[in-house]
């Protein structure tokens, strides 16, 4: 399975963004997709994700009630709609897919996208 993410950029606080990330190849085997980000010097932490087959999504506390992940399954593409963005935003977004296993960890990961948020 491929990702490929976009739709990064450079927005002011309490703007939006929309990132997309398109999946291509054995998007067969993909039970869920998740949103990531990692800011400078911090770890890699969840935003966001859903099944593939959609009905269940989660969120970091962080980003609930401001981002909404999406799919669309006729595009092989998963959405994350940022509304309300705040300067701690500011981060590489990463998509992954993951296979229906006992194992939490994501199996395929995106190149990721730059968000940033200005003050």
């Known amino acids: 399975v491929q990702l490929q993410a976009s739709g990064g950029g450079l927005v002011q606080a309490g703007g939006s963004l929309r990132l997309s990330c398109a999946a291509s190849?054995?998007?067969?085997?993909?039970?869920?997709m998740g949103w990531f980000r990692q800011a400078p010097g911090k770890e890699r932490e969840f935003v966001a994700a859903?099944?593939?087959?959609?009905?269940?999504?989660s969120y970091a506390d962080s980003v609930k009630g401001r981002f909404t992940i999406s799919r669309d399954n006729a595009k092989n593409t998963v959405y994350l709609q940022m509304d309300s963005l705040k300067p701690e935003d500011t981060a590489v977004y990463y998509c992954?897919?993951?296979?229906?296993?006992?194992?939490?960890?994501?199996?395929?990961w995106g190149q990721g996208t730059q968000v940033t948020v200005s003050s």
């Open positions: 992954a897919a993951k296979r229906l296993t006992m194992s939490p960890d994501y199996d395929y």
């Open positions: 190849g054995r998007t067969l085997f993909v039970y869920g």
């Open positions: 859903t099944r593939w087959s959609g009905g269940s999504t």
